[in-house]
T-cell receptor, first 114, second 117 residues
């Protein structure tokens, strides 16, 4: 069990550019979550996958955001036409549906939009 | 919708002493989990302790224990024998269980705990 990994750990981009983040969950976990955390706040839910199906998207997830989880393994989160307000830490978490609710978090990708 | 409130943005405690972090929540659900997560500086979030709402007994994990008051919708975390490694941001979180749940976590804003030598 190598834990949840995220890549890249840091991303600096210019406004208007597209960025893509990757999350590799714990291998036997069928649920995967994306959260966004801004400075001084707790993480906020963005979206949730069970296996390869995206079952819920938060209203925080504008049309510029898209997430995928092909084959129910790793997931990608893409932000198109980035804005300065997108600057945040993007956290990925995974869990097992037969577990006790615990979500295991990755180290996050810190996005800075200049 | 659920809300989680942590009214203490920052707290400090001396090493080896006991500290209590407060959390209140608002929900109309009856079946849920409550969690305390710890986020050390520049490190990833890890689970400290979990409480299932249907259990009356307060959860305990080594030096960490909770005081769960379901009627009052209160869920405080007590850390005994504080250690320097306990310095971190602590988040209280709520998760709905059962039918219709998406199992998402709703977090409070966090309490920054500093343990002083």
């Amino acid at each position: 069990d190598t834990g949840v990994s995220q890549d890249p750990r840091h991303k600096i981009t210019k406004r208007g550019q597209n960025v893509t983040f990757r999350c590799d969950p714990i291998s036997e976990h069928n649920r995967l979550y994306w959260y966004r955390q801004t400075l001084g706040q707790g993480p906020e839910f963005l979206t949730y996958f069970q296996n390869e199906a995206q079952l819920e998207k938060s209203r925080l997830l504008s049309d510029r955001f898209s997430a995928e989880r092909p084959k129910g393994s790793f997931s990608t989160l893409e932000i198109q036409r980035t804005e300065q307000g997108d600057s945040a830490m993007y956290l990925c978490a995974s869990s097992f549906s037969l577990g006790l609710g615990e979500q295991f978090f990755g180290p996050g990708t810190r996005l800075t939009v200049l | 919708a659920q809300t989680v409130t942590q009214s203490q943005p920052e707290m400090s405690v001396q090493e080896a002493e006991t500290v209590t972090l407060s959390c209140t929540y608002d929900t109309s659900e009856n079946n849920y989990y409550l969690f305390w997560y710890k986020q050390p500086p520049s490190r990833q979030m890890i689970l400290v302790i979990r409480q299932e709402a249907y259990k009356q007994q307060n959860a305990t994990e080594n030096r960490f224990s909770v005081n769960f008051q379901k009627a009052a919708k209160s869920f405080s975390l007590k850390i005994s024998d504080s250690q320097l490694g306990d310095t971190a941001m602590y988040f209280c979180a709520f998760m709905k269980r059962g039918g219709g749940s998406n199992y998402k976590l709703t977090f409070g804003k966090g309490t920054l705990l500093t343990v002083n030598p």
